[in-house]
C-alpha cells in the first residue's frame, strides 16, 4: 500500500527544507562580510555561548533587520510550494523540466571541479581566490594523479603571476618599513621533524643541550599547529594556521621574505623532502624556487640529511658577503620511520623499520617506535652541531639569528595517541626552542611563546618599524608584558584555544558546527565542568577577529 501523507504536511516540510537552506546561505553571507570567513563552529559555538552578547554587541536594528529577511525568505518559500502544491496544471511541466535539470546541474559540477582542479595545477590564482568566497564550496585537487599519470610538473612556481588585481588578502595590512641603518642580521632555521620539548636533554641531544645553556631556551614553547604544514606557516608568516588555504589559493609568499629579498638577502632553502608537498613551494617559498634543494634521490633519510649539511657548507663557501643570508634547513630523520645510522642506536629496544602502521599501536610497539625517534633525534644532534660549528668557522655565528626547533611535536601513545595531526596536548604541539641572537645575554625563558612569534621577533631585531598587529598575530618573543592570555594552534579543521591548564577545541573549517570540547592540557582528559568554555569565550572573539584582520 502508498502510504500518502497529508498534502499540508508535504508543505510544511518542503517549506522547512528550502527555507533552512536559503537561511543559512543569507546567514552565511552576512557572518562572512563580518568576519571574512564562512560559518564554522568558532563562530557559532562563540554566538550560542552564554553571555555572549557582553563580548560582540549586535544591537536591535542588527537583530531586526536579520529577522525582517529570514520572514521574506520564508514568505518567498511558501508562495513557491503553492504554485507547486496547489497548482496542479503545473506539475506536468516542472516533471518534464526535472531530467533535463539534473543532468544539467550535474555537468555544471563535474565542469566546476574540473575547471579549479586544473587552476590548482596551472596556479590559475583569480580561481583559487574566488573559490574562497562561495559557502560549503568543495575543493577538487588532482595533483599526485596528474603527476603520475600523466607527468604533470608540480613545481611551477616560475608560472605564478603574483598581481594585486583581484586581491583577497589584506596582508600585510600596511606595508613594511626599516629604519635606516639598522642591522641586517643572517637568518638560519634549523628544524627536526617532530622535535618536541622534552626531547632536550644530555642524553637525547647532548649538542644542542650545551648549546641551549650558553643561549636562549625557551622552554614552555608551542607551536602554530600539530602538523608539518601549519607548523612551518606560522613560524614562516607569524600567522594562525587556520590562514593556510586562502594564502595558499592566494600563493602569497611571507612579509618577512619579501621584505628580506628587497634588502639584498641571499637565501639558502635545503629540505630532505619535497617542499610540494606540504605545499611550500605554493605559499612560503613561492619567489624563492631558484634557491631550493629538495630533490635527493638517496632513499635513506638520515644520508638526505647528512647532504644538507654538506649543501649548507657549500653556500657559506661560496656565499657573498656582502649581502646577508637567510637559511632554512629541514631535517626529517625524525620523521616517521625514524631513520638513523646504527651507530646512533642508543635507545633500545627497538622495533623495526617496516612496521605495519595499519595494526594496532600498543603501548610496547608504542615505546619501540619512541626508541627509534630518540634516536633519530641523538643523530640530527650532531648535524646541528656540524652546522654551528660551520658558522663559527665562516666567522659569521656572532652576527647570525639563529632558529633550532621543531615543526611540531611527536606523541607515542602517553595521552592515548601516536604521532601528530591528533590531539594539542603538549606532546604534539610543544617543542624544542633554542635561539641565538647576537647581543642577547644566555637564560631560560618560561612563559609561553609560540612559533607565532618568530616573525616579529626576527623583522624587529633588522629594522622593521612597523607594530606587529601589522603583519603577524605573534609578537616579540623576549617581551614580558603584558602577559598572554593564550595561544591559539591548528590543525586541517579545528583549532585549539590553549592555556596553561586547558586545552579548547574550537572547528574552525567551514561547516564544521560541533560544540567546543574543554581538556585537560597535561593528560588531555574532557574537563567535566559545564560552565568550562565560558572563559574561553573572549578567546574565542579574539581569535575570530585575529582571522579576519588579514582577509578581504
Same mark, same amino acid.
Given at each position: 500500500?502508498? @502510504?500518502?501523507?497529508?498534502? &499540508?504536511?508535504?508543505? @510544511?516540510?518542503?517549506?522547512?527544507?528550502?527555507?533552512?537552506?536559503?537561511?543559512?546561505?543569507?546567514?552565511?553571507? *552576512?557572518?562572512?562580510?563580518?568576519?571574512?570567513?564562512?560559518?564554522?563552529?568558532?563562530?557559532?559555538?562563540?554566538?550560542? #555561548?552564554?553571555?555572549?552578547?557582553?563580548?560582540?554587541?549586535?544591537?536591535?536594528?542588527?537583530?531586526?533587520?536579520?529577522?525582517?529577511?529570514?520572514?521574506?525568505? @520564508?514568505?518567498?518559500?511558501?508562495?513557491?510550494?503553492?504554485?507547486?502544491?496547489?497548482?496542479?496544471?503545473?506539475?506536468?511541466?516542472? *516533471?518534464?523540466?526535472?531530467?533535463?535539470? =539534473?543532468?544539467?546541474? =550535474?555537468?555544471?559540477?563535474?565542469?566546476?571541479?574540473?575547471?579549479?582542479?586544473?587552476?590548482? &595545477?596551472?596556479?590559475?590564482?583569480s580561481v583559487l581566490t574566488?573559490?574562497?568566497?562561495?559557502?560549503?564550496?568543495?575543493?577538487v585537487t588532482v595533483k599526485?594523479?596528474?603527476?603520475?599519470?600523466?607527468?604533470?610538473?608540480?613545481?611551477?612556481?616560475?608560472?605564478?603571476?603574483?598581481?594585486?588585481?583581484?586581491?583577497?588578502?589584506?596582508?600585510?595590512?600596511?606595508?613594511?618599513?626599516?629604519?635606516?641603518?639598522?642591522?641586517?642580521?643572517?637568518?638560519?632555521?634549523?628544524?627536526?621533524?617532530?622535535?618536541?620539548?622534552?626531547?632536550?636533554?644530555?642524553?637525547?641531544?647532548?649538542?644542542?643541550?650545551?648549546?641551549?645553556?650558553?643561549?636562549?631556551?625557551?622552554?614552555?614553547?608551542?607551536?602554530?599547529?600539530?602538523?608539518?604544514?601549519?607548523?612551518?606557516?606560522?613560524?614562516?608568516?607569524?600567522?594562525?594556521?587556520? &590562514?593556510?588555504? /586562502?594564502?595558499?589559493?592566494?600563493?602569497?609568499?611571507?612579509?618577512?621574505?619579501?621584505?628580506?629579498?628587497?634588502?639584498?638577502?641571499?637565501?639558502?632553502?635545503?629540505?630532505?623532502?619535497?617542499?610540494?608537498?606540504?605545499?611550500?613551494?605554493?605559499?612560503?617559498?613561492?619567489?624563492?624556487?631558484?634557491?631550493?634543494?629538495?630533490?635527493?634521490?638517496? /632513499?635513506?633519510?638520515?644520508?638526505?640529511?647528512?647532504?644538507?649539511?654538506?649543501?649548507?657548507?657549500?653556500?657559506?663557501?661560496?656565499?657573498?658577503?656582502?649581502?646577508?643570508?637567510?637559511?632554512?634547513?629541514?631535517?626529517?630523520?625524525?620523521?616517521?620511520?625514524?631513520?638513523?645510522?646504527?651507530?646512533?642506536?642508543?635507545?633500545? /629496544?627497538?622495533?623495526?623499520?617496516?612496521?605495519?602502521?595499519?595494526?594496532?599501536?600498543?603501548?610496547?610497539?608504542?615505546?619501540g617506535l619512541k626508541h *627509534?625517534?630518540?634516536?633519530?633525534?641523538?643523530?640530527?644532534?650532531?648535524?646541528?652541531?656540524?652546522?654551528?660549528?660551520?658558522?663559527?668557522?665562516?666567522?659569521?655565528?656572532?652576527?647570525?639569528?639563529?632558529?633550532?626547533?621543531?615543526?611540531?611535536?611527536?606523541?607515542?601513545?602517553?595521552?592515548?595517541?601516536?604521532?601528530?595531526?591528533?590531539?594539542?596536548?603538549?606532546?604534539?604541539?610543544? #617543542? #624544542?626552542?633554542?635561539?641565538?641572537?647576537?647581543?642577547?645575554?644566555?637564560?631560560?625563558? #618560561?612563559?609561553?611563546?609560540?612559533?607565532?612569534?618568530?616573525?616579529?621577533?626576527?623583522?624587529?631585531?633588522?629594522?622593521?618599524?612597523?607594530? /606587529?598587529?601589522?603583519?603577524?598575530?605573534?609578537?616579540?618573543?623576549?617581551?614580558?608584558?603584558?602577559?598572554?592570555?593564550?595561544?591559539?594552534?591548528?590543525?586541517?579543521?579545528?583549532?585549539?584555544?590553549?592555556?596553561?591548564?586547558?586545552?579548547?577545541?574550537?572547528?574552525?573549517?567551514?561547516?564544521?558546527?560541533?560544540?567546543?570540547? =574543554?581538556?585537560?592540557?597535561?593528560?588531555?582528559?574532557?574537563?567535566?565542568?559545564?560552565?568550562?568554555?565560558?572563559?574561553?569565550?573572549?578567546?574565542?572573539?579574539?581569535?575570530?577577529?585575529?582571522?579576519?584582520?588579514?582577509?578581504?
Amino acid at each position: 500500500a502508498v @502510504i500518502r501523507l497529508p498534502r &499540508l504536511l508535504v508543505v @510544511i516540510a518542503a517549506v522547512a527544507m528550502t527555507g533552512a537552506v536559503q537561511v543559512y546561505l543569507f546567514t552565511d553571507v *552576512r557572518v562572512f562580510a563580518i568576519f571574512k570567513f564562512h560559518i564554522n563552529g568558532l563562530v557559532l559555538n562563540f554566538l550560542t #555561548t552564554a553571555g555572549a552578547g557582553d563580548s560582540l554587541k549586535l544591537g536591535a536594528a542588527t537583530l531586526v533587520s536579520y529577522a525582517a529577511a529570514i520572514l521574506v525568505v @520564508i514568505g518567498w518559500q511558501v508562495l513557491l510550494a503553492r504554485v507547486v502544491f496547489y497548482q496542479p496544471e503545473t506539475l506536468p511541466r516542472l *516533471r518534464r523540466r526535472l531530467l533535463p535539470m =539534473v543532468i544539467g546541474l =550535474v555537468c555544471l559540477i563535474v565542469v566546476d571541479k574540473a575547471m579549479f582542479a586544473y587552476a590548482d &595545477l596551472t596556479n590559475k590564482i583569480s580561481v583559487l581566490t574566488a573559490a574562497r568566497y562561495y559557502p560549503l564550496y568543495g575543493k577538487v585537487t588532482v595533483k599526485r594523479l596528474a603527476a603520475r599519470w600523466f607527468g604533470f610538473k608540480l613545481n611551477r612556481e616560475k608560472d605564478v603571476v603574483i598581481s594585486d588585481a583581484g586581491k583577497t588578502l589584506n596582508y600585510p595590512r600596511q606595508p613594511l618599513t626599516f629604519a635606516p641603518g639598522a642591522p641586517h642580521y643572517n637568518v638560519v632555521y634549523l628544524l627536526a621533524d617532530g622535535f618536541r620539548s622534552d626531547m632536550l636533554t644530555p642524553e637525547v641531544t647532548p649538542h644542542l643541550y650545551e648549546f641551549a645553556q650558553h643561549n636562549l631556551n625557551f622552554v614552555n614553547h608551542f607551536s602554530g599547529g600539530n602538523g608539518t604544514r601549519f607548523g612551518v606557516f606560522s613560524m614562516l608568516y607569524g600567522l594562525y594556521g587556520a &590562514l593556510w588555504d /586562502p594564502f595558499l589559493a592566494a600563493r602569497q609568499s611571507p612579509a618577512m621574505l619579501d621584505a628580506m629579498q628587497r634588502m639584498g638577502y641571499l637565501f639558502s632553502i635545503l629540505d630532505s623532502t619535497k617542499l610540494t608537498f606540504p605545499e611550500f613551494r605554493k605559499t612560503a617559498f613561492v619567489k624563492l624556487a631558484d634557491f631550493i634543494s629538495d630533490d635527493h634521490p638517496e /632513499p635513506a633519510m638520515w644520508k638526505r640529511d647528512a647532504d644538507l649539511v654538506k649543501e649548507f657548507h657549500q653556500f657559506l663557501e661560496h656565499w657573498d658577503r656582502e649581502w646577508p643570508f637567510f637559511a632554512f634547513i629541514f631535517f626529517n630523520s625524525s620523521h616517521p620511520f625514524y631513520q638513523y645510522p646504527k651507530e646512533f642506536e642508543k635507545f633500545t /629496544p627497538v622495533v623495526g623499520e617496516k612496521i605495519n602502521y595499519l595494526s594496532e599501536i600498543t603501548p610496547e610497539k608504542a615505546m619501540g617506535l619512541k626508541h *627509534r625517534y630518540m634516536n633519530a633525534l641523538y643523530y640530527s644532534d650532531t648535524l646541528f652541531q656540524y652546522v654551528i660549528d660551520d658558522l663559527r668557522r665562516h666567522g659569521v655565528f656572532d652576527n647570525t639569528i639563529l632558529i633550532i626547533t621543531g615543526d611540531h611535536g611527536e606523541e607515542f601513545m602517553e595521552n592515548g595517541y601516536y604521532s601528530h595531526n591528533s590531539a594539542f596536548d603538549d606532546y604534539q604541539t610543544k #617543542t #624544542t626552542m633554542v635561539m641565538h641572537i647576537p647581543g642577547e645575554a644566555a637564560r631560560t625563558i #618560561t612563559t609561553m611563546t609560540s612559533h607565532l612569534d618568530l616573525v616579529p621577533t626576527i623583522l624587529s631585531r633588522i629594522g622593521c618599524t612597523n607594530p /606587529p598587529a601589522d603583519y603577524s598575530h605573534g609578537r616579540d618573543i623576549l617581551a614580558t608584558t603584558p602577559p598572554r592570555q593564550f595561544l591559539f594552534c591548528t590543525d586541517w579543521d579545528t583549532g585549539a584555544i590553549m592555556t596553561e591548564t586547558e586545552r579548547a577545541i574550537v572547528p574552525v573549517g567551514s561547516g564544521k558546527v560541533r560544540f567546543v570540547e =574543554v581538556r585537560n592540557a597535561q593528560n588531555y582528559q574532557p574537563v567535566e565542568d559545564r560552565d568550562a568554555v565560558n572563559k574561553f569565550r573572549p578567546m574565542m572573539l579574539e581569535v575570530a577577529r585575529g582571522l579576519s584582520d588579514f582577509l578581504k
